[in-house]
Structures are given as structure tokens and as C-alpha cells.
């Protein structure tokens, strides 16, 4: 595809209950990012992957969230046992390889999660 | 880890209008982007300047990466350059590239 898309665009859940959001980078893109977003706030780091290398999950809040990165393309996010707070919009982008100048990250249109 | 300032945090302009956005960054970086956020959510990169100048008709960007800053300007504002404005560099010490809080800027038709 053209660009960084995510599935699906929207997810209400209940507490307690386990997510999976999915994350298709440009074709090609050796890294991958997830982001987390709360309402009119910045974004937060979550995960990297960079090719075969083992990922930095620094950023993952709890270990209620884990991703995989299969083939060294699609990625999923998951999220056990989802709280209120894990209410937000999930970005994932992707870059072309680390360096000078192919470093540009480009997101995808996020995934809305809303627990109730 | 790397802290990023960004300033102002809310700008309303008239259309037509100059702006200067700052980004201010506490460790040294090998990349710095700037991200336009419109008000659907989607971020598009608009620079990818870790040092230096760089132009893209309206907007155009510097990088002092010695003084630890960043500033972008927008010239002849357009009521489509509305959103939020995040700077993101990547830090030299732990290789993370870190959002600022971003400025909000409103363009006034």
C-alpha cells in the first residue's frame, strides 16, 4: 500500500478485556513505532522495532501490553485485560532504515480505543 | 531521557498572518522532525532537519542543534495550516525519539 495503515479505525471494549490492534507499515520500512495518544496530549512511546533486532518496549506502561512483529512486517499491539485508562488513540509509524535522512517516520490514521 | 519544550503552546492567528514555533531540547540529537497534526488526527511530517535550514514553500525550518533548538515558521497562514505542531528529536544518550506537547495553533479565516 501507499502508506502506514492500521486496523481497525475504531474499538470500544469493556474492561477487563483483551485488544489486539494491527499495524501494516510501508512496504520496504525496516522500523516500526507504536505511539499512544490520551486526548489533547502529546504522544507516548511505547515500542520500536528495528529489523531483526530485539525491540525496545521501554515505553510499554505495564506488562498488560505487549506487540510482535511477525516476518519483519505486520505488527500487532496487545492489550490484556484493557483499564479505563488504556482509553486513547494507538499510532504506529514507520520508517524506511536508521540514518541520515531515511530516519522519517510516516503514521498511520491510529486506532481510536475507548473501555468502558 | 530527553526533555522537549515546545512553545507557545496555543496560537491564534489571522489568516495571512506570520508565526514562529520553537522547539527547545535538553540532549544532544542526531534527528529532529516536525509533525503536523491536522484536526482529524493524521500526522504528516512535514521536516526531517536534525541541523540547518531547510524550505517547503510556506514553511521552513531551523535546526541549532549546538544551542539545542529547533524553530519552525510559517508564513502567509492559511486557515488549512490549523492543528497541533509537534517537534520530535531523536536523542544521541538513549536513541528514542521523544514528542513535545506540541502547539496548538488556530488560523482565523
Known amino acids: 500500500g501507499a502508506g502506514v495503515s492500521q486496523s481497525p479505525s475504531n474499538k470500544v471494549t469493556e474492561k477487563g478485556k483483551d485488544v489486539e490492534l494491527r499495524c501494516d507499515p510501508i512496504?520496504?520500512?525496516?522500523?516500526l513505532y507504536w505511539y499512544r495518544q490520551s486526548l489533547g496530549q502529546g504522544l507516548e512511546f511505547l515500542i520500536y522495532?528495528?529489523?531483526?533486532?530485539?525491540?525496545?518496549k521501554s515505553g510499554l506502561p505495564s506488562d498488560r501490553f505487549s506487540a510482535e512483529r511477525t516476518g519483519g512486517s505486520v505488527s500487532t499491539l496487545t492489550i490484556q485485560r484493557t483499564q479505563q485508562e488504556d482509553s486513547a488513540v494507538y499510532l504506529c509509524?514507520?520508517?524506511?532504515?536508521?540514518?541520515?535522512?531515511?530516519?522519517?517516520?510516516?503514521f498511520g490514521p491510529g486506532t481510536r480505543l475507548t473501555v468502558l | 531521557g530527553i526533555q522537549v519544550e515546545q512553545s507557545p503552546p496555543d496560537l491564534i492567528l489571522q489568516e495571512g498572518a506570520n508565526s514562529t514555533l520553537r522547539c527547545n531540547f535538553s540532549?544532544?540529537?542526531?534527528?529532529l522532525q516536525w509533525f503536523h497534526q491536522n484536526p482529524w488526527g493524521q500526522l504528516i511530517n512535514l521536516f526531517y532537519?536534525?541541523?540547518g535550514t531547510k524550505q517547503n514553500g510556506r514553511l521552513s525550518a531551523t535546526t541549532v542543534a549546538t544551542e539545542r533548538y529547533s524553530l519552525l515558521y510559517i508564513s502567509s497562514s492559511q486557515t488549512t495550516d490549523s492543528g497541533v505542531y509537534f517537534c520530535?528529536?531523536?536523542?544521541?544518550?538513549?536513541?528514542?525519539?521523544?514528542f513535545g506537547k506540541g502547539t496548538r495553533l488556530h488560523i482565523l479565516p
Open positions: 532537519i536534525p541541523s
Open positions: 522495532f528495528q529489523g531483526n533486532s530485539a525491540p525496545d
Open positions: 540532549d544532544s540529537v542526531n534527528n
Open positions: 509509524a514507520s520508517s524506511l532504515v536508521r540514518g541520515y535522512n531515511t530516519d522519517t517516520q510516516y
Open positions: 512496504s520496504g520500512h525496516t522500523a
Open positions: 520530535a528529536p531523536r536523542s544521541n544518550r538513549d536513541d528514542k525519539i521523544i
